[in-house]
């Protein structure tokens, strides 16, 4: 149970050639508005349907994430795959990375090389990190589902053991969204040799408490506006959190359904990342869903942790812990944070940035993984 298989992404031609076709058989719906009000509109859906079908190219990407080494195990019954990308630095930190929703492991090829080589891309000297990418448990590759109960606190603990069967007895964590729930429940947990946790979101929020929204800086403040968008547009969060079943027909029976249950947070409820999005990357993200399957099982991830509160829990941690908020997207708060976290080394607010930070500020990103990981290395 503790074996390590060398892994390497081969999707059939039938496969791809099934979703050219399903793609040209597609069905779009008709609707009266053209805005972002309702959902992700008809005309961005049908322009990356045509991308999909008419210029995307799977093997290029497959042949780009099989130039990393990729791995299976199995943890607690259920199947893992993670890159496993080792730097040619002596000092090099190892470093596990996690996803989110409707991410998968191609959300961090922006920066793996940067991280595993600095001196490769200009900066000799830099911090460099052993990388291990897992995917998350029913997502991509870490397929099939081996049963109920893997959300945030479950699949923390099994990224401890990741970590230590690939050797590594002292290790840091780094993750967004999904990632960064797990990334706190690692924190909570707090096993022997973990390092350091860098998060680029931590869901804390306000208690009621006297005085607590005293110490707000501005952009803390200015950033409920985002808060308030999200409960106005969260309806997708709703729906896997409490019915994922139902909908999961949908998406593995139509690539245009995942694709735009894909686009919902990678493009903005309201459109504020089509100018920036890398189109390619997000095609390779729905790709992945499609091809795995995993349409079916992306929204028990939701489920499970609504269920046991992993990646909310408000449990007191002394890990060393940074947290880099981004401006486009959910902004922590300090003061609401340090309710749990007892010893913040590095609180980050960046210039530019949103959700998927490796995407559109790799280099932001980069640094202040660099500089934390630095201090507590």
């Given amino acids: 149970m503790?074996?390590?298989?060398?892994?390497?992404?081969?999707?059939?031609?039938?496969?791809?050639?099934?979703?050219?076709?399903?793609?040209?058989?597609?069905?779009?719906?008709?609707?009266?508005?053209?805005?972002?009000?309702?959902?992700?509109?008809?005309?961005?859906?049908?322009?990356?349907?045509?991308?999909?079908?008419?210029?995307?190219?799977?093997?290029?990407?497959?042949?780009?994430?099989?130039?990393?080494?990729?791995?299976?195990?199995?943890?607690?019954?259920?199947?893992?795959?993670?890159?496993?990308?080792?730097?040619?630095?002596?000092?090099?930190?190892?470093?596990?990375?996690?996803?989110?929703?409707?991410?998968?492991?191609?959300?961090?090829?922006?920066?793996?090389?940067?991280?595993?080589?600095?001196?490769?891309?200009?900066?000799?000297?830099?911090?460099?990190?052993?990388?291990?990418?897992?995917?998350?448990?029913?997502?991509?590759?870490?397929?099939?589902?081996?049963?109920?109960?893997?959300?945030?606190?479950?699949?923390?603990?099994?990224?401890?053991?990741?970590?230590?069967?690939?050797?590594?007895?002292?290790?840091?964590?780094?993750?967004?969204?999904?990632?960064?729930?797990?990334?706190?429940?690692?924190?909570?947990?707090?096993?022997?040799?973990?390092?350091?946790?860098?998060?680029?979101?931590?869901?804390?929020?306000?208690?009621?408490?006297?005085?607590?929204m005293d110490k707000l800086s501005p952009f803390e403040l200015a950033g409920f506006a985002n808060l308030e968008k999200f409960q106005k547009y969260n309806g997708y969060a709703d729906i896997q959190s409490k019915r994922p079943g139902t909908h999961a027909y949908g998406l593995v029976d139509s690539p245009v359904a995942q694709l735009a249950w894909n686009a919902e947070l990678f493009f903005g409820f309201e459109g504020e990342a089509v100018a920036t999005m890398d189109r390619e990357l997000f095609l390779t993200n729905a790709s992945i869903y499609w091809f795995t399957n995993t349409g079916s099982e992306q929204g028990n991830f939701f489920l499970e942790t609504t269920q046991t509160g992993g990646g909310y829990r408000e449990i007191p941690t002394a890990v060393p812990t940074a947290v880099a908020s981004f401006p486009n997207d959910f902004r922590s708060v300090r003061t609401f944070v340090e309710r749990s976290f007892s010893n913040i080394v590095q609180w980050s607010e960046m210039e530019s940035g949103g959700h998927f930070a490796t995407i559109d500020a790799t280099d932001g990103l980069i640094g202040d993984i660099r500089s934390f990981f630095s201090q507590v290395r």
């Fill in 2 to 212: 503790t074996a390590i298989t060398p892994f390497k992404i081969a999707i059939d031609d039938a496969a791809i050639e099934d979703l050219h076709l399903r793609l040209r058989m597609a069905r779009f719906p008709e609707t009266f508005s053209g805005d972002w009000s309702r959902g992700q509109p008809v005309s961005l859906i049908r322009e990356l349907a045509g991308q999909w079908l008419n210029s995307y190219d799977w093997r290029a990407w497959e042949a780009k994430l099989n130039a990393y080494p990729q791995f299976l195990t199995e943890i607690d019954g259920q199947t893992i795959h993670f890159l496993h990308v080792r730097s040619p630095e002596a000092d090099a930190v190892p470093l596990v990375l996690t996803h989110g929703w409707p991410s998968s492991v191609v959300e961090f090829l922006p920066i793996i090389d940067q991280l595993t080589n600095p001196s490769a891309h200009g900066k000799p000297g830099a911090q460099a990190f052993h990388l291990v990418i897992p995917s998350l448990p029913g997502y991509g590759f870490s397929r099939p589902l081996a049963g109920p109960g893997w959300e945030a606190v479950r699949t923390a603990k099994a990224w401890d053991v990741l970590m230590k069967r690939l050797g590594y007895q002292r290790y840091g964590a780094q993750g967004g969204d999904g990632g960064a729930l797990v990334t706190r429940e690692l924190a909570i947990l707090a096993p022997e040799g973990l390092i350091g946790v860098h998060m680029q979101q931590v869901f804390a929020f306000p208690s009621g408490a006297p005085g607590e």
